[in-house]
């Protein structure tokens, strides 16, 4: 077993192979992008919060929500599954594949994306035919924001597969919410207006998401499609569906895990609490940029250093992210709860009273982040049946947890539900990761903590 010593002493040793030198490069530039990008989102969403009222609000969050967790079916798994293939297919120079894979995973998504939403319209016309359906025109914008999000998010992950990962976070973390603010701001100076409803902000979303998918699909062909040798296409549709089918799984139990708090919130209570209950979540996940930086570059390093059987380097990748997460993690959780009230003030003297909900949620984030990265490397090296299995106990668990809570305490008990979740998912992903690869992904192996030492 590899004897790592303190982490001054793993990022000296680290810092000698060229791998950990590009991978701390890239992570930099990612870091960058997402701290301008996650403080432009959190504008967003304060400023939205305030121009458009709880309800109006509340109302957005939650069809949107939907249209997220609705969005995975259009994709089958693939944005996670092209993070396996690319890197492998351009490490074995199979250029076909490496083609065939870009080309036919966007086209399948876009082709379901578009038939699942005329489906679902056409279901929403004929039930609202029976009986009047309240807020159905945004609900129908939320079922056409669908096909958009499930394609910009592939096409955010065949960037990563194949490390450009400007053009990854760039468009999704920067150009989306100042497209959004302009298009917002533009409404409002038109209109003379200084309150805006759902139906306007769901055209805007449309728009932003239209302008960034067209956008991104440029890039794809002058960069993406120009790489290696080269050659005609091969579509191993069966192939690729057998690794995203499981990754489906795996995407939509996660989302569930992430979205059923706000989801059973917007069903039980009403769009006021969503739009409460949303500030503290959006606010708490101020937390998770530091590990979506470094798990962005590490998941194509990772399926790498896998298909190379490079074991050794790969302990060290993972051990290093778990450092580089943790630390900022951790600081970032002790400025949250301190400044809190403060903070979510800014959406509205309302949203003060979401404080304990953030407090429980960003707590709940600190305590996975001592895991590490155990859900991508089950992921990406073969075991996603087994990652499926988890986050579907974890799914159902925490939508269990939040029936409970929900009318006994309110935003809180979702909160209470989620949290608890989260933190059995990562240690339950923690214990498979170490029994079935052999990497240890815990903040406290490389300090030196014998109890968690594998024997």
């Not at 065949?158 to 919410?177: E, I, N």
């Not at 896998?306 to 450092?323: C, I």
């Not at 407090?359 to 996975?368: E, H």
């Amino acid at each position: 077993m590899i004897r790592l010593g303190n982490a001054t002493q793993i990022l000296k040793k680290l810092q000698q192979t060229n791998m950990l030198t590009t991978f701390i490069r890239k992570a930099g530039i990612v870091f960058v992008i997402q701290i301008f990008g996650t403080g432009l989102g959190y504008l967003l969403q304060v400023w939205l919060a305030r121009v458009m009222g709880d309800r109006e609000y509340g109302l957005y969050t939650y069809i949107f929500a939907w249209a997220a967790v609705c969005s995975i079916l259009c994709n089958l798994g693939m944005p996670v599954a092209v993070l396996r293939f690319i890197p492998e297919y351009s490490t074995h120079q199979d250029w076909g594949r490496f083609q065939g894979v870009i080309r036919g995973c966007s086209r399948f998504t876009l082709a379901i994306g578009i038939g699942l939403s005329v489906v679902a319209t056409m279901v929403m016309m004929a039930i609202d035919a029976a009986r009047s359906i309240a807020n159905l025109t945004p609900i129908l914008f939320g079922i056409w924001t669908m096909p958009l999000l499930a394609l910009e998010s592939l096409q955010g992950c065949l960037f990563r597969g194949g490390h450009q990962m400007v053009a990854a976070y760039g468009p999704s973390k920067v150009l989306r919410p100042l497209l959004f603010m302009g298009g917002i701001g533009a409404i409002l100076y038109g209109t003379g207006s200084q309150q805006i409803a759902s139906k306007p902000v769901f055209i805007i979303t449309i728009l932003t998401y239209l302008i960034l998918v067209f956008g991104q699909q440029l890039l794809i062909h002058r960069d993406l499609l120009t790489q290696g040798e080269p050659a005609p296409p091969i579509y191993d549709l069966r192939v690729w569906l057998q690794v995203s089918l499981p990754l489906l799984l795996i995407t939509g139990f996660m989302l569930i895990l992430y979205q059923t708090d706000l989801l059973m919130i917007g069903a039980m209570l009403g769009p006021s609490d969503v739009a409460l209950y949303n500030a503290a979540g959006k606010t708490a996940g101020l937390t998770t940029f530091v590990y979506s930086a470094v798990e962005a570059i590490a998941a194509p390093t990772i399926a790498g250093l896998y298909a190379a059987g490079d074991r050794p380097q790969l302990q060290k990748m993972v051990t290093t992210m778990a450092h580089l997460v943790f630390w900022p993690t951790m600081l970032v959780t002790l400025f949250l709860i301190t400044c809190g009230s403060y903070i979510l003030g800014a959406f509205g003297p309302n949203f003060v009273a979401a404080q304990w909900s953030l407090t429980i949620l960003v707590l709940g984030q600190l305590v996975s982040a001592t895991t590490g990265s155990g859900g991508y490397l089950l992921d990406l090296t073969g075991h996603q049946n087994l990652s499926a299995r988890v986050r579907c106990c974890t799914a159902v668990l925490n939508i269990c947890l939040n029936y409970v809570l929900i009318p006994k305490f309110g935003i809180m008990g979702a909160a209470m539900a989620t949290a608890t979740a989260i933190i059995l998912d990562n240690i339950a992903i923690y214990i498979f990761t170490l029994k079935y690869i052999g990497v240890h992904s815990l903040i406290f192996y490389s300090l030196k903590l014998p109890s968690f030492r594998h024997k």
